[in-house]
């Protein structure tokens, strides 16, 4: 069940999976979570069982809905759950995005072009590091 824990981003269980979605430092996480208490982000996470097994965190620019943060507990990955917060998120987001857009690591490439986004280099941003802007176009009503 998708659910909107941006108020709990501060809890062990949500830093433990934003720190997947970040570079592996402290730091880097409890920015992270604080980027969803005092800004415009919004983070939603899929709980089962009471257990939650991902979150995903974005806000929306220009109608554009930015993926700032994804994660999913390792033992669960591959299993559809990135999929599945993805298009959930998309049904629960008024108005309607006209765009996903997410910047992201080599490693998280191949997942995302098997859903579906179109993929570009945005070249070296950190030396030795290439970053790549992931794009899907949202089909509206009517399309």
């Known amino acids: 069940m998708l659910k909107d824990i941006t ?8 830093k433990e999976l934003l720190s997947y ?5 402290p730091e880097a996480v409890d920015r992270a979570a604080s980027f969803y208490q005092t800004g415009n982000g919004r ?12 979150i ?4 929306v620019v220009r109608n554009e809905l930015i993926i700032r943060h994804l994660a999913v507990l390792p033992e669960n990955r591959g299993l559809g759950y990135g999929r599945g917060l993805i298009l959930e998120l998309l049904l629960e987001v008024e ?3 006209d765009a996903i857009i997410a910047e ?5 490439v191949d997942f995302y072009r098997s ?3 179109e993929v570009y ?5 950190y030396p030795g590091i290439e970053r790549f802007r992931c794009v899907y176009e949202v089909e509206k009503a009517g399309d």
């Not at 995903?56 to 806000?59: A, C, E, H, T, V």
């Open 121 to 125: 280099s945005m070249g070296e941003q």
């Open 115 to 117: 859903i579906g986004f």
């Open 21 to 25: 979605s970040v570079f592996p430092d």
């Open 56 to 59: 995903i965190g974005f806000d």
């Open 7 to 14: 108020k709990q981003s501060l809890q062990p269980e949500v």
């Open 104 to 108: 992201i690591d080599e490693e998280a």
């Open 95 to 97: 108005p309607k995005p």
């Open 43 to 54: 983070l939603f996470g899929y709980e089962e069982d009471g257990l939650l097994l991902g």
